[in-house]
């Protein structure tokens, strides 16, 4: 891990592997990104930090009491099983065509996501 002044974030390797992962799910499951590009960030940014500590793209958006655990279940890892079953995404990164919060976008830009992940230090 990281001992920077910017351990908190993300590597740039894991953010830009989680953002080329999120868009091509999306793609691949006709889902969509939310209309607000900062809560696709913001979801983005969380998996690539949990991937940089734990390994692999645990859920962000959940409380855990053991994360290493989780993992290890594999059950809330990105994409998670109610996701990959019923498209039922919690972080609302991937939203069916219906959901009233759904965009339009299967794809965010890098800018889009550093901007945010900035404001996050």
């Known amino acids: 891990m990281s001992t920077s002044k910017t351990s908190n974030l993300s590597s740039d390797k894991n953010l830009e592997a989680m953002k080329n992962f999120s868009e091509t799910y999306a793609k691949r499951t006709g889902t969509y990104f939310c209309v607000d590009p900062s809560v696709t960030?913001?979801?983005?940014?969380?998996?690539?930090?949990?991937?940089?500590e734990l390994g692999a793209p645990l859920c962000p958006c959940r409380h855990y009491?053991?994360?290493?655990?989780?993992?290890?279940?594999?059950?809330?890892?990105?994409?998670?099983?109610?996701?990959?079953?019923?498209?039922?995404?919690?972080c609302m990164l991937f939203l069916t065509p219906e959901n009233e919060f759904s965009g339009d976008k299967q794809d965010i830009a890098m800018e889009e996501i550093q901007s945010?992940?900035?404001?996050?230090a």
């Open 41 to 52: 960030a913001v979801v983005i940014e969380g998996l690539a930090k949990h991937k940089d």
């Open 65 to 90: 009491e053991d994360k290493e655990a989780e993992v290890k279940a594999a059950y809330w890892n990105c994409p998670c099983i109610p996701m990959r079953e019923r498209k039922e995404c919690h």
């Open 116 to 120: 945010v992940r900035d404001s996050m």
